[in-house]
């Protein structure tokens, strides 16, 4: 089951294969669109509860802290770079995207954290003048030999690696009818897996190829953290919209990949047997963290 599961996958991976596989500037054509950044910037949360613990926890014992620069890589429009803020210093958030920049700058940040536009594989820092440097949801797009390469550069001895990321491992929960729900959200999420990225590979792996490409001898995997996500009918119809296979799938056929998200808003409604998109729903996450000391 799980291997016809993983066949289909792939089978829908290779219908997406890009024409220079590895170069940075295919991964950053998946999230270029300036209505792709506003969405992600309204849909995609903050890491939760326990995938912040376990970074942090990790992070006090090797005594990374106090840390005078945190490098937030891949940052999209910095879901994970305000968590940190929360903890540390001074925190840069990097993205290859110009657009995903410009909303993450718009939002106001905290004084303590400022962005920039540059890809991962060539970060604008000197070499070993970073403490601590993390990717949420990011790091299987880069050019992983020359990601590890540039991060080993700008780490300072001592310093922290950490690269998370959520697995497709998600669920629904609503009073009697989360199964229902979770089939419901499942069949849609499954369809659009069809339309991933080859380097989507990476996460059904569970980061496996990413922690053995990590150059430090002291690091971990973690592949089971679970995160309670709390969001609305909407918000996870929109967490679809902000997903890379659904953007794909909308540029594809427009009025196809739009209905399907209208039809799956409908059927999750029936399901629950509400009529608001705005009622309160737990979105499940599995996480998986590399972390590694230089
Ligand atoms: C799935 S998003 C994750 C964003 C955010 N960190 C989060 O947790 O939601 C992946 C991000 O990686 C960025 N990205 C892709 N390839 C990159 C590269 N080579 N260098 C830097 N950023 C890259 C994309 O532009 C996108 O914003």
Redesign the pocket.
Known sequence: MLFLFLLDKRRGLQRCQTPVPGH?SM??Q??EGKGHAAV?QKY?FEPGKELQQTILTYLQEKRTNPAELVV?????TG??TRFLAEHFKKVVG????EA?IQEAKDSHPPPNVSYLAC???ELPFEDASVDVLT????AH???IENFMREANRVMKPGGCVVLSTYTVDMSLRYGNCSEKLTKVFRETWDMLLKYSHSRIKHVLEDYKEIFEALPFPDKKRITDIFDKIPMTVAGVVGYMESA?PYQVFLKNDPKAAKSVLQETEKRMLETMGISSPETPVEFWVRHVCVLGCK
Do not use: H, K, L, N
């Not at 937030?72 to 999209?76: A, I, L, M, P, Y």
């Open positions: 940075p991964a950053t998946m999230f992600y995609r937030d890589v891949g940052c999209g879901q994970g990097t993205d290859i995207s995903q890809p991962a594989e990717s949420f949801t990011a797009w880069f050019d890379s």
